[in-house]
Structures are given as C-alpha cells and as structure tokens.
C-alpha cells in the first residue's frame, strides 16, 4: 500500500508539473507587444462588428474594427469610459480595385491587426488602455508602440481613446 | 353544461382566430423586397463580418458584408454554391471624412442595406438567389431589383453571383 500510495502520489505530482510547464510554454509562445504586454486574442476574427473604414494614401488601407462581447455591450448602452475587459480588434487590408466591379476596392493583402484592451489597473499609465500592433502575428517593435498612447490621447481623449464609432 | 361548453367553444375559436389573424398581420407588416419577397432579417447586424469595401464616386460609400452562420460555414470551407439557407447583409454608409483624423474616411449615413438569400428551389430562376433592397427598412422598387441577378449573373457567375470573398 505504501508503495501504491507513492506510485499514485508520483504520478499526480508529475501530471500536475507537466500541465504547469505545457501552460508556461503555451502562454510564453504567444507573442506579446513591447510595453504592454498585449497578446492576439483567439478567434477575435468572429468577433461583431462596430465599424469599417478607409485610410488615405499612404496607406491605402480598407479597415474593419470588430469588438469582444464587452465591447459591443458597451457601445449598444454607449458606456463610456469602456469596461475592464473591452478588448477591439483593428484589422486592416491594403485595398485594391475589385477585378470584377471596377467602382468597388476591396480587401487586398492583410497589413497589420491591431488590439486595444481595456485593463484600468494593469494601464493605468495610459488611460487604461493596452496596445498591440501585429504583422503577420508578430508584434511590431517598441517604437511603433511608443506612438499608440501618445496619438489616441491627443485626439480622442473625450472618446476615452477610441476612434471608432458603432456603424449604425 | 350545455351552455358552459359553447362558452369554452367560443372562447378558444376566437383565441384561435385572433392568433391566426394577429400571425398575418404580423407576417404582412414586415416589408418585403418586389419580385422576390426577401425581407429583412432579425439580428443581421451582429453577424460575422466576410469583408469590407468601399464604392468609389457617385456613390462614395463605405460597405461592410456580413454573414449569417451558413454563410459564414461556406465562406470558411470554400463551398461553393452556397447551400440553401445562405444569408448575406451588405450595409452601406456614405463615407465622410473623420473629424479626428484626417486621413481616415468612416461610416456617415447609412443609404441602403442589401440582401441575398439563397433558396435554389424558390429562386430557381435566379440562379437560386433572392434579393432584397431596403433604404430606411423600406424595399427599393421593381424596378432596381430588376437590376441585381442581371448584374450578378453578367460578372460574378463563376462565384456562384457573389461578388464578395471573405477577407482574411
């Protein structure tokens, strides 16, 4: 029995060690934006939408804001400042003239995904907001997140940082 | 007893008529689309966004095509035709210019809001498609939908006449 005892007592320890290190490795995997931290939320992509819009040249960009649940929650109810949890989702394409309609661009290849979280405590510093800017899934570098806070705070301080409105 | 139970009798055919009478009315109140009877769907906004675009001068229009679950199942899984019970919402706004960032174009008022619905049986002569235009929740005339499979049909045939790809 004292020997059972042990075997079954390995063998949780190392099952719950395993699963320890498997989430460690996991969460150190995703990559996160310089600064804040931030990390691609999974299936942001079916996320609902707030808002599309275009970018001028030099960009070109046809743009889409999606929101979590708390986000359209918030919008729907016009909360502001957004709630603890508010995460947006920017997805942008360069656009290019549809082959098949000439009046219409359309979505051309993906440029950047970028993410606002809402987290009051953890960015504190920055009116609560969190930032992450991907390319190809990889997070751009400490530069480019320096300028996020610094713009939205100029423009949209009354907005609580956020640009986009709920397309009605 | 007698009496009792023409009461009930009365009763419960006046319920049943004023429920058949109130379905009707509700079923004749929502606008439907000429030529093929496609109206609005409950819940569209909330749908899973397939692509933005934006529609050059006269129209100057920003555009999001969202998808109902089947239309989004397809998109994801390259099925094509569609299948039956396919739902497509492509909304329109006049894209006016941000007034906090200059470069940006955003959503301004929405002008229409357009439907295609596949049934392959009940639009069999449409290429299994219904469509519906609605501005202010109100179908466009027989005569603009004369326009849409025309248009469809002429450019977008080998995409089972859907213009829209889903941007990934």
Known sequence: MKL??????????????????????????????????????????QWQLIAPAQ??????????????????????????????????AKLAWKHVQSPEFKPASVPGAATTVQFMVKDSKKYAATGGWGFGRFIDGKPADEAQHRTCYACHQALVKNHDLVFTRYAK
Do not use: M, W
């Not at 691609?40 to 992509?45: H, K, L």
């Not at 359209?72 to 957004?82: D, H, M, N, S, V």
């Open 55 to 88: 970018e001028a040249a030099p960009l070109n960009e046809l743009r889409a804001v999606l929101g979590n649940a708390i986000a359209i929650k918030a919008y729907r109810e016009g909360t502001l400042p957004f709630p603890d949890g508010t995460v947006l």
């Open 4 to 45: 059972l005892q042990l075997v079954i007592f390995a063998a949780a320890t190392t099952s719950c060690t395993l699963a320890v290190a498997f989430a460690t490795h996991a969460t150190a995997e995703k990559p996160a934006s310089p600064i804040y931290g931030v990390t691609i939320p999974d299936g942001y992509r």
